[in-house]
């Protein structure tokens, strides 16, 4: 709506942090030694991250087209089917 292209490119690195996030959260379940019933719900959470970072994703698409519009230009801000070298930098340190 305001045409900011400049906070359209900028969900890209806010959607690093719900790919973090959700990785940890999937680690830490398999990292758990509870009882059955424990793990089922360490599971469910695994997969409300999982679809939290997929939203994300789709944020990341709006903001794609939005900057189409915009900019009249097509790309990609990121290739989703690699990790971000951001991402992997980060989670080193």
Same mark, same amino acid.
């Given at each position: 709506?305001? @045409?900011d +292209? #400049? +906070? &359209?490119h900028r969900i890209d690195s806010q959607? =690093?942090?719900i790919d973090r +996030?959700? @990785?940890?959260v999937f680690e830490a379940t398999l990292e758990l030694?509870?009882? #059955?019933? $424990?793990r089922e719900l360490a599971m469910r959470y695994v997969l409300i &991250? @999982?679809?939290?970072? @997929?939203? !994300? =994703?789709?944020? *990341? =698409? *709006? &903001?794609?087209?939005?900057?189409? +519009? *915009?900019?009249a230009e097509l790309h990609e801000f990121t290739d989703a089917s690699r990790p971000h070298?951001?991402?992997? $930098? =980060?989670? !080193?340190?």
């Open positions: 709506m305001t @045409r +292209l #400049p +906070l &359209a959607d =690093d942090s +996030l959700n @990785r940890q030694d509870v009882a #059955p019933d $424990h &991250a @999982r679809r939290l970072e @997929r939203i !994300g =994703d789709n944020a *990341v =698409d *709006v &903001a794609e087209q939005a900057a189409f +519009l *915009v900019s070298k951001r991402a992997e $930098h =980060d989670q !080193g340190s």
